[in-house]
């Protein structure tokens, strides 16, 4: 059993099923809604849904500008997924790169855009080969984000044709695809290694 208690931000989207994966792991979590939810948590799970809608819930009642702290004193390790990629990033685009910038929590350094692929009906599926994690890992993507570049401090752990979906910095990993919806946990287990939870 793992010795750290996981928060999972819980204000919108699919964090229900990352309560499963950590709950299949061994681990104790705790669902993040308001600020004194950081109290007592070590890591932060930032699910995948909408990441305009998440943002507006959290400024409302002062969990955005506390998260924000926390990540860029390097105090809370993350894992943040498809939105939640996105709200970590340091540079958001709205569909294209001419559209207006989205302020998001400003903390790993990479560029993406929004919806990227198209819109719901152009969501997929498709195996990656995810090196020294999982050979072949059923990924779903939905409405996904597309990491345009990233700075060198970024490790691409996969990548799905040239873009990368799986991206480590320092104890914090993000993908652009749900690893919560694929039957392994091969992927939320790697983030617990990271974040030293033995
Ligand atoms: N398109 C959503 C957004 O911009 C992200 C989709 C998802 O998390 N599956 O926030």
Redesign the pocket.
């Given at each position: 059993m793992g010795n750290n208690r996981i928060g999972i931000l819980a204000v919108q989207?699919g964090f229900d099923l990352h309560v499963e994966c950590i709950q299949s792991l061994a681990c104790s979590h705790r669902l993040v809604r308001n600020p004194e939810d950081l109290n007592n948590i070590d890591a932060l799970i930032v699910p995948?849904?909408?990441?305009?809608t998440m943002q507006w819930i959290m400024k409302k009642n002062g969990l955005f500008p506390a998260i924000k702290t926390a990540l860029l004193n390097n105090s809370l390790p993350c894992f943040g997924?498809?939105?939640g990629l996105?709200l970590a990033a340091t540079t958001i685009y709205n569909d294209h790169e001419d559209s207006h910038n989205d302020e998001g929590f400003g903390y790993a350094p990479m560029c993406v855009t929004?919806?990227a692929y198209g819109t719901q009906v152009d969501s997929f599926e498709t195996d990656l080969n995810i090196p020294h994690i999982q050979e072949k890992f059923r990924a779903v993507f939905?409405?996904?984000?597309r990491v345009l570049s990233h700075g060198k401090e970024i490790k691409v752990l996969a990548r799905c044709e040239k873009d990368p979906v799986l991206l480590q910095y320092k104890r914090s990993l993000f993908t652009t695809f749900?690893p919560e919806l694929s039957n392994s946990l091969a992927v939320h287990k790697y983030w617990l290694d990271l974040i030293g939870n033995r």
């Open positions: 989207g995948g849904g909408e990441s305009t997924t498809c939105a996105i929004r919806n939905i409405r996904a984000p749900h």
